[in-house]
Every structure is written in C-alpha cells, then in structure tokens.
Nanobody
Framework: QVQLVESGGGFVQPGGSLRLSCAAS????????MGWYRQAPGKARELVAR???????TYAESVKGRFTCSRDNAENTVYLQMNSLKPEDTAVYYC???????????????WGKGTLVTVSS
C-alpha cells in the first residue's frame, strides 16, 4: 500500500528556517508531480509548491523567494526548504503526490497526514 510520510515540522521564530521531508513508500511504479499544501486554522487548504518528475517547480506567490521545493527521485522523496519564515506561514503542511502503484494502470492522488509548522516569537 502506498503512503506518504512527512517529517521536519516544528516551532521556529520569525526569520528562521525549517526543512520538511516527505517520503513515498509501498509498491510504487512511478511518481508524477509531488508537492506541498498547507492549511492554517480557519482557512482552506492551499498550494505551497509542487515539482514535476523532471524538476519543474511552481510556487505560491506568498512563498516565492523564501521556499524551495526539491525532490530525490531515487528515494521517492520531496523536500520543502523554508527560509525567512513568517508568522503567517503557520499551518499544517501536507505532502501530496500523484503516484502510479505497481500493477495499476492509472495515477492516483495521495496525501500525507500533515506536519505542523508554527512560526512565533
């Protein structure tokens, strides 16, 4: 069974940095787009960044220049390096990936359980 497991969340002061990781495991044939979404209290889930299998990236305007999304295809892992963090970055961050499981004929969208990032002084 395919699953995504995030790590790296925590508490950081404004201006600080954190690095999130998300590893896909299970019987995987291929992984297409991987990325990160976040959901702050009382708000809808929103895209933060995503990266194609070829390395093309897309970022939310609010994080451009501060966050970097990368991936290790050999390890089925996606990362989110977050610098210059602001209190408004506080949210639960969810990993997302389009994965074709072994013996499957189509991609399916998978979500991790989320990791909390708190930015506060």
């Amino acid at each position: 069974q395919v699953q995504l497991v995030e790590s790296g969340g925590g508490f950081v002061q404004p201006g600080g940095s954190l690095r999130l990781s998300c590893a896909a495991s299970g019987s995987i044939f291929s992984i297409n787009v991987m990325g990160w979404y976040r959901q702050a209290p009382g708000k809808a889930r929103e895209l933060v960044a995503r990266i194609s299998s070829g390395g093309s990236t897309t970022y939310a305007e609010s994080v451009k220049g501060r966050f970097t999304c990368s991936r290790d295809n050999a390890e089925n892992t996606v990362y989110l390096q977050m610098n210059s963090l602001k209190p408004e970055d506080t949210a639960v961050y969810y990993c997302n990936a389009n994965i074709r499981a072994a013996a499957s004929h189509y991609d399916r969208n998978y979500w991790g359980k989320g990791t909390l990032v708190t930015v506060s002084s």
